[in-house]
């Protein structure tokens, strides 16, 4: 493969794939890329705020803040206004549960984080005045509601999450994110400002999962709390970015397509319920037999070592002087 | 506002609470020695509950030895779920850890579905202890029997730990894997008991979820993500401390519901908010310590 090749490959994928699609004009496929553009989007916006150490299980608080947002503000004050809205109101939840949650470690960020957005959930269906309680809310429909604008509109944020990981992958913060990961003490006497790289991350993953939201609820314009802050939003960016494999761009993207294709495989050979067992027992596998994800099991097999893990890299690198 | 109404809802949140803590106990066991959050746990606790309901219900099993062939067959369970697989993870990182009894969690809870279907059920048992009368106030027979067996289950595990051989051997591995394997013990097996331990509890619990709850595919999950709050107040890895984590929640939990307007479909949400806050206060739960990696 040519060295310029590799990094623009994820942005012709994207387009290609979605000019074709949208071309083609079949129901099935669109749906199909449509859901997992979406995911792959929560799906990086997982994976930054992983890059710092942050394991997040409460992706779906932001996810349903950005469609009900855009829900409740839409038809007071504009589109422009309710997009402007849920791209603030997420960075202001942001950097609330960053502040709140900036001192724990581990596990405990996984439970507080959980614990967010399964009280967001509970919060939406106790104040139905406001929020339309457990009978949901109407957002205004996407792109007019044509399944491919919506489509095109989707795969447009979905390229920005792209560029936003490849950003944050270059030499001006990759090394700082992963050092406060492995040892924030180290980092903050080097001079790397943790909390604030913390909160950034913070941010740009809740926009982007908050945009994200936004755009699902867009989709039939009809959403219960149920919808947005099921779980499941939480745990299939988790499930997606370690399968693909975590600290690179490409691996959410290439997870969510493999884990996308696979469910509505399961789904259609299966059907009803029985086809999550199968999702489960897939997602025990691939954890087991790739515990660093596609792109992980990829790089061994090429053996070429450019973007292995930051760890060894930072103690061999640096310790010499 | 009437005494005696605070006083009920108060004394039936503290039963309640034995539940809880039963169930938050195994899950805090197996992180403190294990160093990993099973997020299956709950599934184990509603299998349990299966397994009494459908003993109770259909060979007229006395649901407290419903609740020990429960924790038994739990127990064998773990074993399995152990050797096959987890034992694998525990050298990953987290997220891995993580993902893979997410996983496991999503595999139960819908074969469960497929076997028995999304409906919640009743088991009927008859009053295993008559109730208990304090002035105005009343306590189920069957409410006092699980906060018994819960507050003896969590006792157990507190003797055992802090007592026996057994349990000193799991605190060794817990805090110096390393050092305990230089001093000749099987760390891997110590692992494998934390996890069987937690487990039997799990399935123990099972059995009194069935006594005085619905029983439904989805009662695990609903219960365990309370546990999470209450491992999370208590400080994970501290048995103890989840006595006093489950009787704050449950309390919290209770007074909201009875004097909140409707406060009754809030419950679990306000114990998150608690929480968020405890752990920004004390990051460590009210009562957790610092632990070496």
């Known amino acids: ?321 | 506002m009437d005494l005696s109404v605070v006083g009920q809802t108060l004394l039936l949140a503290l039963t309640i609470a034995g539940l809880y803590a039963a169930i938050a106990s195994g899950l805090t066991l197996e992180f403190g020695v294990m160093r990993i959050v099973n997020f299956a746990h709950g599934e184990f606790v509603m299998l349990g509950a299966f397994i009494t309901y459908f003993l109770e219900t259909r060979y007229g099993l006395n649901p407290l030895f419903g609740a020990a062939v429960s924790g038994v067959a739990m127990l064998t369970l773990s074993w399995l779920v152990y050797d096959t697989f987890l034992w694998r993870i525990l050298r990953e990182d987290e997220h891995n850890q993580i993902l893979a009894t997410l996983g496991l969690s999503i595999l139960i809870v819908n074969l469960a579905m497929i076997l028995w279907g999304p409906d919640a059920r009743v088991m009927h048992a008859p009053d295993l202890l008559p109730p208990l009368r304090l002035g105005a106030i009343t306590i189920p027979g069957n409410n006092t029997v699980i906060f018994i067996v819960g507050v003896l289950l969590v006792a157990g595990l507190v003797f055992f730990m802090k007592q026996t051989r057994y349990g000193l051997l799991l605190r060794l591995a817990s805090d110096d894997a390393t050092l305990a394997a230089y001093t000749g013990v099987n760390v891997n097996a110590m692992f494998r008991l934390s996890f069987i331990i937690g487990g039997f509890t799990a399935g123990v619990s099972g059995g009194l979820v069935a006594l005085v709850l619905y029983v439904h595919p989805l009662v695990g999950t609903d219960l365990v993500i309370r546990a999470f709050a209450i491992v999370a107040l208590g400080g994970l890895g501290s048995i103890g401390g989840s006595l006093i984590g489950a009787a704050i929640l449950s309390a919290a939990e209770s007074l909201v519901g009875t004097f909140v307007p409707g406060g009754g479909s809030w419950g679990y949400g306000i114990a998150f908010l608690l929480i968020v806050i405890v752990l920004a206060v004390r990051p460590l739960g009210l009562f957790g310590s610092e632990q070496r990696s």
């Open chain 1, 1 to 321: 493969m040519k060295r310029w090749l590799a990094p623009v490959l994820p942005y012709l994928a994207i387009i290609g794939l979605t000019a074709g699609i949208v071309i083609a004009d079949r129901p099935f496929w669109i749906q199909l890329m449509i859901g997992i553009c979406i995911t792959a989007v929560l799906a990086l916006a997982w994976d930054m705020l992983s890059r710092t150490g942050q394991v997040s299980l409460g992706m779906a608080a932001f996810f349903g803040i950005g469609t009900y947002t855009t829900a409740l503000v839409d038809p007071v004050a504009g589109a422009v206004a309710a997009w402007t809205a849920v791209v603030l109101v997420c960075a202001v939840a942001a950097i609330l549960l960053g502040l709140l949650t900036l001192r724990l470690r581990h596990m405990y960020f996984a439970i507080a984080t959980l614990g967010f957005s399964l009280s967001l959930q509970v919060l939406v269906t106790a104040f139905p005045d406001i929020t339309g309680g457990a009978g949901g809310v109407a957002p205004a429909l996407l792109a007019g509601g044509e399944p491919r604008w919506q489509l095109v509109a989707i795969s447009g944020l979905l390229l920005l999450a792209t560029a936003t990981s490849d950003i944050l992958l270059t030499r001006r913060f990759r090394p700082a994110f992963f050092m406060i990961r492995s040892k924030s003490e180290l980092a903050a006497a080097s001079g790397v400002p943790v909390v604030r790289s913390k909160i950034m991350a913070f941010i740009l993953s809740g926009i982007y999962a908050g945009l994200a939201g936004a755009c699902y609820g867009g989709l039939y314009g009809y959403v219960v709390p149920g919808d947005v802050f099921n779980s499941n939003w939480s745990i299939m960016p988790l499930a997606i970015a370690i399968l693909g494999g975590m600290d690179t761009t490409a691996g959410p993207l290439l997870g969510a397509f493999v884990l996308r294709a696979l469910e509505e495989l399961a789904r259609a050979w299966i059907g009803g319920i029985g086809y999550q067992v199968v999702y489960g027992a897939v997602i025990i596998a691939f954890v087991l037999a790739l515990p660093r994800g596609l792109i992980g099991f990829v790089t061994k097999l090429v053996r070429r070592d450019t973007k292995g893990d930051a760890h060894p890299r930072l103690q061999e690198g640096r310790v010499k002087s």
